[in-house]
């Protein structure tokens, strides 16, 4: 009776520890898409190029947070997210005094355009509408006379529009036409930039790139092209260049494409120190078909990353003691810093479909070596949905680097532990 006793109290202790039991699961093979580190480099807080320019003081959270909350079980969710791109129905053009004195061609290739004119350098001085002119076909106005809308540099604030002192916008009037205007100044001194927007033009030209961000020894591949309205249209020429968050440039080869587009390629030998987008500007030539040049700029953003911490492909999935689900990810680090792993996680739901369930993220101050981040799904966001579970959109970050260093659309599959 006595061996029976001690057998029941070892079953209801092993029922009471059944919640803690976890099992340890390996990630799932990247995909294609997937982003992850091939090998760790260390990340360097300051670059050589910066280290005599004063960096600001960040602060760095080092205490623990772990937050999650519950998704639509119809919620449209990317696991992969789509590059940034936009169409661009503009041009910049860097001018002289002297040439602005002179005269600078400007190709319009529809009724409507908004001319704006801006010193380039703090040089440029004041022009008043009166003193710019605009040559386009037989006719030559002034400012006033050739726009339908006219705003000088404190009307456009007033309107809540940061702009420098000198700036003066012009919407030419439509029946003027297009074709190729010539605007001059002849009191212009210093330096001015003119921007050029054709909001009523059919040709546009897009720069898209084939993913939004990319680690250190990664290529990203960014396609220009020109359409017209719906319909690709050839370009004749591309050049452009790229900046990195420190402001520094560096000028991109572009290679003409059998359709008529162009390419370059991308490779950031390093990241700088200092956080934020990389920006890629394109300029493109094309015409309208009848022998007219077509103008546009355009720019697309990314991110890049020194992968300085990754997955190290184990996971370990637990009954948490509130009933939901805790996922541990094992993290390998090369750099001292706030890593943050986040995941959305979908159940199948009463009718055999595979649904959002909730999101969750996890960051923790993690010093070079081995760690781990938990995941923490509260059993109120699993309402409604069981397993099989996956994880899915799983994502690691270096927070202060404001670096994605791995990404995968579906990590985990699992059953309940």
């Not at 809540?160 to 074709?179: F, H, I, N, Q, Y």
Request: aromatic fraction near 4%; include cysteine.
């Amino acid at each position: 009776m006595q061996t029976r006793n001690k057998l029941v109290l070892a079953l209801c202790a092993l029922g009471a520890a059944l919640p803690a039991l976890s099992a340890t699961r390996a990630l799932l093979p990247p995909q294609d898409g997937d982003m992850v580190p091939a090998t760790l480099l260390p990340r360097t807080t300051v670059a050589p190029a910066a280290q005599a320019v004063a960096q600001p003081r960040v602060h760095v959270e080092r205490q623990p947070v772990s937050v999650s909350w519950p998704l639509p079980r119809d919620a449209a969710l990317q696991a992969r997210p789509q590059p940034f791109a936009r169409s661009s129905r503009e041009y910049w053009t860097d001018v002289s005094a002297t040439e602005l004195q002179r005269g600078v061609e400007l190709p319009l290739s529809a009724p409507g355009a908004v001319i704006r004119l801006s010193p380039g350098d703090g040089t440029g001085g004041r022009l008043q509408p009166s003193a710019v002119r605009l040559r386009l076909g037989s006719r030559t106005l002034g400012a006033d006379q050739a726009a339908s809308q006219l705003a000088d540099a404190a009307s456009l604030r007033a309107a809540g529009m940061a702009v420098p002192d000198a700036t003066l916008v012009m919407k030419l009037r439509p029946e003027l036409g297009s074709g190729t205007a010539t605007l001059q100044a002849p009191t212009a001194s210093g330096r001015y930039v003119v921007h050029v927007f054709e909001p009523q033009s059919a040709f546009s030209v897009t720069a898209r790139a084939d993913r939004d961000d990319l680690l250190v020894g990664q290529r990203l591949h960014l396609r220009v092209g020109m359409q017209e309205g719906e319909r690709d249209r050839p370009l004749q020429a591309a050049g452009g260049f790229l900046r990195a968050p420190d402001g520094s440039t560096t000028l991109l080869d572009y290679r003409r494409q059998p359709d008529g587009s162009f390419a370059a390629e991308i490779a950031p030998a390093a990241v700088p120190a200092t956080p934020g987008l990389w920006e890629v500007h394109s300029f493109t030539v094309g015409d309208d078909g009848q022998g007219h040049a077509v103008r546009r700029d355009t720019t697309t953003v990314f991110t890049a990353a020194t992968p300085d911490a990754r997955l190290d492909g184990a996971a370990e999935v637990r009954r948490a003691a509130d009933r939901g689900l805790d996922v541990r990810l094992g993290v390998a680090a090369a750099s001292a810093s706030r890593y943050a792993a986040s995941a959305v996680l979908y159940g199948r739901d009463a009718h055999g479909r595979m649904v959002p369930a909730a999101y969750a993220q996890s960051a923790a101050w993690l010093e070079p070596g081995n760690a781990a981040l938990v995941l923490h799904y509260d059993a109120a966001s699993l309402r409604g949905v069981g397993a099989p579970y996956e994880l899915r959109d799983l994502r690691l970050q270096d927070q202060p680097a404001m670096g994605l260093v791995e990404r995968r659309a579906l990590a985990l599959r699992f059953d309940a532990p």
